[in-house]
């Protein structure tokens, strides 16, 4: 039977896209306490179906699907800008497919305006009637406001009109960054995306015998099961090493090891592949708040989605990306160099090179030579740094990484870096290495 707090979960996924949700309505609905209404509330949260939205409450959503990252809610959009909404608040949790700069004629205009797109345009009320009946929502910039039949017609569709006191320039950017920002997302994909899920994965249980196991390992062609309580609760995993010595008639919880190592489905995958090489395991049990298991992850999968994301586009660099385009890659023989100059974006108040920067330029060349003798993944694991000497701005520095010792799973480099032929920073880099 399942919980109240299950209960609600279920109450709350059934309920239609846009039905705004209340602790005390819900409590009141299916009779329970209104300390337990919000933790499921704050838990459907989590699981991306139900979004608090500012001046408006908490709303039922869509749950946003992994290729759709890059779009936005309009209700995002309203943060983003620092916008207040005019009218259309019941469409907040909608998401936009693109938005169009309205700086043109209106008949050109609305040749680009279509059905689930964002306007971005000043104080032109017939604009934003005609984008409204279009089915777009309206972003008014320069901090105008609009006709009150504009409103009308915004709550009349449920298409949100919001202003924002920003230029035109200006909102169009931070939406693009926005939008810049979870592109880069993309390629952090995490373990609810690629576990196999309940329905796929196999269960035995405490009060099995050793036999079923053996049947198990027939149909299935695995030799690793999780074992579940009657609540689907996670108490322990059994594989062939512990069945070793235990006859077919002793249950499995005689046999199975008790208290494995689990990981949550918001955990990223680059992650467990941390945990599972470390902790030396096959199969890692995905588990809720509630220690309830809602699927496995392997090290096939783990290895599949590595590979997944390298095959990736590139969608957006990150910082150290961007730290590193200022420094050139030179080989000569077996020994490997970087060289870059200390811009003025890379310094600290005291015009000298910054040392997180500097700690980032070490790691990468450290992970950059790591990867020319083993293909797989960089972990940096211990970093250990000495900053020398202070280096100015618009200083000419080399980076030249020594390989100490490498293993399989794990790369030791040395890291010197140079400023006229002076020695100005040294560090010791340790990474695991993921093989792909």
């Known amino acids: 039977m399942a919980t109240k707090h299950e209960q609600i979960l279920q109450y709350i996924d059934r309920l239609p896209v846009g039905t705004k949700i209340s602790v005390r309505q819900i409590a009141k609905d299916l009779e329970v306490s209104e300390g337990t209404a919000y933790r ?11 979004s608090t939205i500012e001046r408006v409450g908490t709303v039922r959503i869509e749950k946003k699907q992994k290729e759709n990252i890059e779009r936005l809610t309009f209700a995002e959009v309203v943060n983003i800008v620092d916008g207040h909404v005019l009218g259309g608040k019941e469409g907040l949790h909608k998401t936009l497919n693109k938005f169009v700069i309205g700086a043109m004629k209106l008949e050109a205009m609305m040749r680009y305006v279509e059905a689930g797109s964002l306007l971005i345009v000043g104080n032109r009320d017939q604009a934003h009637k005609l984008s409204l009946q279009q089915g777009a929502a309206v972003l008014v910039t320069g901090g105008f406001d609009t006709s009150d039949e504009v409103k ?16 035109t320039f200006t909102v169009a950017a931070l939406i693009n960054r926005a939008i810049y920002d979870r592109l880069i997302k993309k ?42 309580d009657e609540q689907m609760r996670l108490v322990g995993i059994i594989t062939s090493k512990d069945i070793i010595g235990h006859e077919p008639t002793v249950t499995i919880e005689k046999a199975m090891s008790k208290n494995p190592i689990t990981t949550s489905p918001r955990v990223s995958v680059a992650s467990c592949a941390h945990t599972m090489v470390w902790e030396g395991i096959e199969l890692l049990p995905v588990v809720d708040n509630y220690k309830k298991l809602v699927g496995v992850l392997s090290r096939q999968d783990v290895l599949k989605a590595l590979q997944y994301i390298q095959k990736q586009p590139q969608t957006g660099e990150t910082f150290p990306n961007l730290i590193m385009n200022h420094f050139r890659e030179e080989k000569e023989g077996d020994t490997l160099s970087y060289y870059g100059e200390v811009s003025p974006q890379m310094t600290n108040h005291l015009g000298t090179v910054a040392s997180g920067i500097l700690t980032t330029v070490m790691v990468e060349a450290a992970c950059n030579l790591l990867r020319q003798h083993r293909r797989g993944d960089m972990m940096p694991e211990n970093i250990t740094v000495y900053f020398l000497k202070p280096v100015q701005m618009e200083s000419r520095i080399e980076v030249v990484p020594r390989l100490l010792d490498i293993s399989r799973r794990v790369g030791k480099v040395e890291v010197s870096v140079y400023h006229d032929e002076v020695m100005v920073g040294k560090a010791m880099v340790t990474a695991q290495i993921l093989e792909r």
């Not at 499921?40 to 139900?50: R, S």
């Not at 009308?152 to 230029?167: E, F, G, K, T, V």
Request: aromatic share 12%; no cysteine; glycine share 2%.
């Open 40 to 50: 499921a509330i704050k838990e459907a949260e989590t699981q991306g179906y139900v």
């Open 152 to 167: 009308a017609l915004a709550d009349q569709l449920a298409l949100p009109i919001i202003s924002s006191s920003y230029d």
């Open 187 to 228: 390629e952090i994909v995490m373990v609810e995306d690629i576990l196999k899920p309940l329905a796929e994965t196999p269960l035995l249980h405490p009060w099995d015998p050793i036999a079923k196991w053996h049947q198990y390992t027939e149909w299935y062609r695995e030799t690793r099961f999780t074992v579940v």
